[in-house]
C-alpha cells in the first residue's frame, strides 16, 4: 500500500507542488526556532554553577576622581566587611553574574586556542557565590606574589585546553607572552544565566591596589531589605564624595537577562506559530477539496473492498508521504548546520530540532488530514459512483 | 448466488420519500449471465447496488454465495466486496493519476497479496482482455472502449465469483459495445456470474435471463437461453 500511495503522490506531484513547498517552508522555519528552544532548554537544565539569591552587586564609579583610587576601593572594602548584615562580601570586576559586560580573550595551551570569558575575582569570591572548586585550590593572598599569575578555571576550559590532562600547575599562554599558572579547576560557571552554555572561562586574580576593578559583591543575610540598602548606599557616599555608588540586586539582574534571551524566542515561537497556524488552516482547506473531487475514487475502493478505516488510512497515509518527501528536501538543507558547525552549536542540538520539527510537522499534518479523512471515509460509495 | 426476498429501498429526505424498489425477489443462479432493464430511474442501479453490498435495502433480505449479509458490519461487506464481486461501471471509474497497470492492482491492494503477486495477477486480467501492450499507458491515453476493458480486468483481478456491470457499454459506440459484451461473454462461460444492467434491448438478449423494473417493481423476469456456464 505505502508502494501505492507514493505512486500516487509521485504522479500527481505538479499538483502537489505548492503543498509541498509549504510543508518544508513550515519544517524549516519550525527547525529554526526549534533550535533556537533546544539550544536554550539544553543550556537551561545545565547548572548554573553559583548561587544568586540574597546577592547584592554594589557598582563604584569614581568618575572624574582618579586620586588614590586603589586605597579608597580597599577601606570601602573594609567597611563592608563591619555590617551584620552581611555575611560576605567579595571584590570583582565589571562583568558580574548576569551583567552586561564581557571580557575575553584567546588563551592557548601547547597547540589549543580558546576563546574564554575573563572574571577578575579576589580570594573571597569563591565563598561568596558558593561555587564549589572541583580541584586544586581558591586563590589566597599569596597568589598576589607569584612568579606566574594564579588562575582558576571552569570545566570547558579544561576540556577544551588541556582535554584529559591534569591542567593543576601547568602554564596558559595569554597574547602568546603572559604565562598564567592554574591552580584550581570550577564545574560550571553561567555568568550570563541559565540560558547562556557552559563557556570556557577562566578567573583571574585582583590585587589588592588595583584601582580598576570596583565592583563588590556582598551575600546578605536573608530578609535584608531596602532600609539598609539606603543605609549602605548613604554611608559608601559618604566615604567617597562625587562617586556614583549604585546597588542592583542579583535577581533582578538575573531576570534581566533571562528576558533578553526569552523575548526573541517568544517572538519566533508566536510568528512561527502564526505561519503554522496560516499552513494548517490551508492545508486543512487544500485536503477537503482534494476529498470533494476524488469522491468517485473513494467510491470505487469501497467497492473494490477497501473498509472505511482503510480510506481514513489512505488518505493519512498520503498526506504522510507528502510530509515525508518534503521533510526529506528539507533535511537536505538542514543537515548542512551541524555538518558546516554553523554558529558554533553542539550538533546534537540540530539533530534533536530535526526531529523534533519532524514530528510537530507530521502532527499538524495528521490533524489537518484527519477530518477531512474521516470524512472520505463516511462518503457512501453507492452515492459517490452515480454522482458523474 | 444472490438472493434478494422482498426488497424494498426507500430514499428519504426531510420533504419527499421515494420508492426506488419495491418487494423485488430475485434469485440468480450460479454461471447466470442476467440482464435488467427498464426505463431511467426504475431502480436498476438501486438494485446492483444492493447485489454488490454498496447499498442497504430499507426492507428485505440479501443472500450472497448462501450468506445473508443482513448483520454484516463494514469490515465483512468489504471483505465480501473484496472477494466475491467485480464491479464494471458505465463511466470506468478509473483513477487517472495511476497507470493501467496500477489501476487493475486496486482490488488486490486489500488483500495480502505481495507487490510481484499483485503485478502478475493486474498483468494476467489486462491480457485477457487484451490489453497488454498498454500497461504502462495512463487512462487519458486510452480510447472509451480501452478504458472500458480495463475496467473489466480490474474487476477480473481478484478472480470474483460474480460480476456486476452498471451499463458497460452505455458511454461506447455499438462496435466497442459488442466487443465488451464479447468479453463478457467470455468471462460468463469461463464460470463468472454476470449481472448486467442494460438499456440496449439486443445487449439484454444476448445474455441468459432478462429482468425488467417499471417504477421499482420488477415486471418480468424471462429465461432468454438455459445454456449456462458449467464453470471454469
Known amino acids: 500500500m505505502l508502494r501505492h500511495l507514493f505512486k500516487l503522490i509521485w504522479n500527481k506531484k505538479k499538483a502537489h507542488s505548492l503543498l509541498m513547498v509549504e510543508i518544508w517552508a513550515s519544517f524549516m522555519v519550525l527547525f529554526g526556532v526549534l533550535s533556537l528552544i533546544v539550544y536554550n532548554v539544553r543550556n537551561y537544565v545545565e547548572p548554573i554553577g553559583f548561587d544568586y539569591e540574597d546577592r547584592w552587586i554594589l557598582n563604584l564609579s569614581n568618575n572624574q576622581d582618579t586620586l588614590a583610587v586603589g586605597d579608597k576601593v580597599a577601606s570601602i572594602y573594609q567597611r563592608l566587611n563591619q555590617y551584620a548584615e552581611v555575611e560576605e562580601v567579595t571584590r570583582t570586576g565589571s562583568n558580574t553574574p548576569f551583567s552586561m559586560n564581557t571580557m575575553n580573550n584567546s588563551v592557548s595551551y601547547k597547540d589549543a586556542k580558546v576563546l574564554t570569558n575573563f572574571y577578575p575575582v579576589d580570594e573571597n569570591y569563591a565563598q561568596t557565590m558558593n561555587l564549589p572548586v572541583t580541584a586544586g585550590r581558591w586563590f589566597n593572598k599569596a597568589d598576589a606574589v607569584s612568579k606566574h599569575e594564579a588562575i582558576v578555571i571552569n570545566d570547558a576550559a579544561r576540556e577544551k585546553l588541556f582535554g584529559a590532562e591534569n591542567p593543576i600547575g601547568k602554564l596558559v599562554k595569554r597574547d602568546d607572552k603572559l604565562y598564567w599558572r592554574v591552580v584550581g579547576i570550577v564545574d560550571n560557571f553561567k555568568a550570563k544565566g541559565e540560558f547562556m552554555s557552559d563557556e570556557p572561562g577562566l578567573f583571574t586574580f585582583i590585587k589588592d591596589k588595583n584601582a580598576w576593578e570596583k565592583e563588590f559583591i556582598l551575600k546578605v543575610k536573608p530578609g535584608t531589605d531596602a532600609n539598609f540598602e539606603a543605609k549602605l548606599v548613604k554611608d559608601i557616599a559618604g566615604m567617597v564624595k562625587d562617586w556614583n555608588v549604585e546597588v542592583t540586586y542579583m535577581t533582578d539582574s538575573r531576570k534581566n537577562q533571562h528576558s533578553l534571551t526569552l523575548v526573541p524566542v517568544v517572538i519566533f515561537l508566536v510568528i512561527c506559530s502564526f505561519l503554522l497556524v496560516n499552513v494548517a488552516l490551508g492545508l486543512f482547506g487544500i485536503l477537503n477539496l482534494n476529498i470533494a473531487k476524488r469522491r468517485d475514487e473513494i467510491g470505487l475502493r469501497r467497492a473494490m473492498g477497501a473498509t472505511e478505516k482503510a480510506v481514513t488510512r489512505q488518505f493519512l497515509g498520503e498526506i504522510w508521504v507528502l510530509a515525508t518527501i518534503s521533510m526529506l528536501l528539507g533535511l537536505l538543507f538542514a543537515v548542512q548546520f551541524p555538518l558546516l558547525n554553523v554558529f558554533d552549536i553542539e550538533g546534537g542540538i540540530y539533530l534533536v530540532a530535526m526531529a523534533l520539527a519532524m514530528g510537530v510537522v507530521y502532527l499538524i499534518v495528521t490533524l489537518c488530514a484527519w477530518y477531512p479523512s474521516q470524512q472520505a471515509s463516511r462518503i457512501h460509495p453507492a452515492v459517490a459512483l452515480h454522482e458523474e | ?232
Open chain 2, 1 to 232: 448466488m444472490i438472493k434478494l426476498q422482498n426488497i424494498e429501498k426507500v430514499y428519504r429526505t426531510s420533504s419527499i420519500e421515494t420508492l426506488a424498489l419495491n418487494n423485488v425477489n430475485i434469485h440468480i443462479r450460479k454461471g447466470e449471465f442476467v440482464s435488467i432493464m427498464g426505463p431511467s430511474g426504475c431502480g436498476k442501479s438501486t438494485l446492483l447496488n444492493i447485489m454488490g453490498l454498496l447499498d442497504e435495502p430499507s426492507k428485505g433480505t440479501v443472500e450472497i454465495g448462501g450468506k445473508t449479509v443482513d448483520q454484516y458490519h463494514d469490515k465483512a461487506l468489504a471483505r465480501l466486496r473484496n472477494e466475491k464481486l467485480g464491479f464494471i461501471f458505465q463511466s470506468f471509474h478509473l483513477i487517472n493519476d495511476l497507470s493501467v497497470l496500477d489501476n487493475v492492482e486496486i482490488p488486490l491492494l486489500y488483500r495480502s497479496t505481495s507487490a510481484r503477486e499483485r503485478r502478475e495477477l493486474a498483468q494476467q486480467a489486462l491480457e485477457k482482455v487484451g490489453l497488454s501492450n498498454r500497461m504502462k499507458h495512463f487512462p487519458k491515453e486510452l480510447s472509451g472502449g480501452q478504458k472500458q476493458r480495463v475496467a473489466i480486468a480490474r474487476a477480473i483481478v481478484g478472480k470474483p465469483e460474480i460480476i456486476l456491470a452498471d451499463e458497460p457499454t452505455g458511454n461506447l459506440d455499438s462496435a466497442m459495445g459488442n466487443e465488451i459484451l464479447s468479453i463478457l461473454q467470455n468471462l460468463n462461460k469461463e464460470g463468472a456470474t454476470i449481472v448486467m444492467v442494460t438499456h440496449d434491448e439486443s445487449m439484454a438478449k444476448r445474455t441468459h435471463r432478462l429482468i425488467r423494473l417499471f417504477d421499482g417493481t420488477q415486471v418480468t423476469d424471462s429465461i432468454l437461453s438455459t445454456n449456462l456456464a458449467t464453470g471454469v
